[in-house]
């Protein structure tokens, strides 16, 4: 199993919930309104050797754990709906989860998820 955390604009989220449950990944996500920088630092642009302060965007962080042979479907899903091709449109990180216990049922692994 695996988890892809996504920080993606906060505008995309309704999208992309559309587009995982129309595609049948609709197993379970966490959401969460994060702050970040990038590259850029926070701005529209960067120039190499620019002394400036970071400054922190609101993002939205997705969390999805699902078996190891969904995720690049999920993760083509992600790409193709929060892309719009400007800096800030965030990034994709995949994990490795160890395991998953569901607390009403005791179950493990994939049965869990
Ligand atoms: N290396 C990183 N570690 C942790 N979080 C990151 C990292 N890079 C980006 N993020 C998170 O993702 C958000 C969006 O990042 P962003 O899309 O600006 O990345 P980027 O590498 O600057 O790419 P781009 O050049 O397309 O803007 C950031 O605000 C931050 O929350
Ligand atoms: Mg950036």
């Known amino acids: ?38 590259n ?15 400054t922190l965007l609101a993002k939205v962080k997705v969390e999805i754990v699902t078996h190891d042979d969904a995720v690049d479907e999920v993760v083509d899903i992600i790409r193709k709906t929060v892309h719009t091709g400007e800096v800030g449109d965030g990034k994709i990180f995949i994990l490795p989860i160890e395991e998953v216990i569901r607390i009403r049922t005791g179950e493990r692994g994939g049965d869990a998820v």
């Open 40 to 54: 850029q630092r926070g701005f529209a642009e960067y120039v190499r050797g620019q002394k400036i302060v970071p």
């Open 1 to 38: 199993m695996k988890k892809i955390e996504a920080i993606i604009r906060p505008d995309r989220l309704e999208d992309l919930k559309d587009a995982l449950s129309k595609a049948g990944f609709t197993k379970g996500m966490t959401v969460s309104q994060v702050l970040g920088y990038g």
